[in-house]
């Protein structure tokens, strides 16, 4: 736990019952526990979190999660984004002032990379936002629009994210480095409470990208650089690769 008593760090696992693709999504079993379960565990590893909460609208995933022993922050329906879902959330702790949104569908997120998302805020009182990208190894990717990519500043801020090749390479640059973003974030609370009151801005509603919202408004982002390539389940199919995984990795007798 953070020992610094004028910060406190909530982490908020946002836990939706729709999913166009894959209804009941965080409810489902994988290698004997909900989806849901498997991210809240791995947040029970971390240092740098205060208290964690699961944020849903659903009373079926609230009844689970707190069977487990989870904390739940009951949420509305019809909230336009999910950072809207995780600025309620935050209201049910007020003693909060640095937020973590762990994506509900990432059992494999490391614990450690969101103790340094924490840590990147907590250390610089002047920094809005955080993130975390890794270096894209297979540039096939670069033309997946649904691989988000980040370029930085010298100062590791994010100077832009894009769905589209980024950057466009014209020429040769030995020293670039391509970035797919990650999408797990840490704010100041206070700063959230402001980003919610701002309209969609052109870029974001171009993209499809919430953080290009924050650069329009002048607000710094932090990326941390990570080895952890752990994605999202998005599909049933995903789901039972992810199974095949967690029970490859149980000691046989």
Same mark, same amino acid.
């Given at each position: 736990?953070?020992?610094?008593?004028?910060?406190?760090?909530?982490?908020?696992?946002?836990?939706?019952?729709?999913?166009?693709?894959?209804?009941?999504?965080?409810?489902?079993?994988?290698?004997?526990?909900?989806?849901?379960?498997?991210?809240?565990?791995?947040?029970?590893?971390?240092?740098?979190?205060?208290?964690?909460?699961?944020?849903?609208?659903?009373?079926?995933?609230?009844?689970?999660?707190?069977?487990?022993?989870?904390?739940?922050?009951?949420?509305?329906?019809?909230?336009?984004?999910?950072?809207?879902?995780?600025?309620?959330?935050?209201?049910?702790?007020?003693?909060?002032?640095?937020?973590?949104?762990?994506?509900?569908?990432?059992?494999?997120?490391?614990?450690?990379?969101?103790? *340094? !998302? @924490?840590? +990147? /805020?907590?250390?610089?009182? =002047? #920094? $809005?936002?955080?993130?975390?990208?890794?270096? &894209?190894?297979?540039?096939?990717?670069?033309?997946?629009?649904?691989?988000?990519?980040?370029?930085?500043?010298?100062?590791?801020?994010?100077?832009?994210?894009?769905?589209?090749?980024?950057?466009?390479?014209?020429?040769?640059?030995?020293?670039?480095?391509?970035?797919?973003?990650?999408?797990?974030?840490?704010?100041?609370?206070?700063?959230?409470?402001?980003?919610?009151?701002?309209?969609?801005?052109?870029? *974001? !509603? @171009?993209? +499809? /990208?919430?953080?290009?919202? =924050? #650069? $329009?408004?002048?607000?710094?982002?932090?990326? &941390?650089?990570?080895?952890?390539?752990?994605?999202?389940?998005?599909?049933?199919?995903?789901?039972?690769?992810?199974?095949?995984?967690?029970?490859?990795?149980?000691?046989?007798?």
């Amino acid at each position: 736990m953070d020992t610094n008593f004028s910060n406190y760090v909530l982490g908020i696992i946002p836990a939706r019952w729709a999913s166009t693709r894959f209804p009941g999504k965080p409810l489902h079993i994988i290698a004997g526990k909900p989806l849901v379960q498997h991210v809240w565990e791995r947040c029970q590893e971390c240092s740098k979190l205060d208290s964690i909460i699961v944020a849903t609208d659903d009373d079926r995933i609230a009844e689970l999660c707190r069977s487990f022993g989870a904390n739940v922050a009951m949420t509305a329906t019809d909230h336009p984004t999910g950072t809207d879902r995780i600025a309620e959330a935050a209201s049910a702790v007020p003693q909060a002032t640095h937020l973590i949104n762990i994506q509900g569908d990432e059992p494999l997120i490391c614990p450690a990379l969101i103790d *340094e !998302l @924490a840590s +990147s /805020l907590l250390a610089d009182d =002047a #920094l $809005e936002m955080s993130t975390a990208a890794s270096a &894209i190894e297979d540039k096939a990717l670069m033309n997946d629009p649904n691989v988000v990519k980040c370029v930085l500043k010298k100062n590791g801020d994010a100077l832009y994210f894009s769905r589209s090749p980024l950057p466009f390479q014209r020429s040769a640059s030995p020293a670039l480095t391509c970035y797919r973003h990650k999408g797990i974030y840490a704010y100041r609370k206070d700063f959230l409470l402001q980003f919610i009151q701002w309209e969609p801005s052109p870029l *974001e !509603l @171009a993209e +499809s /990208l919430e953080q290009l919202r =924050a #650069l $329009e408004n002048n607000a710094r982002i932090r990326v &941390i650089i990570t080895d952890d390539t752990s994605g999202g389940v998005d599909t049933l199919e995903q789901a039972k690769q992810l199974e095949k995984f967690l029970q490859s990795q149980i000691p046989q007798p």
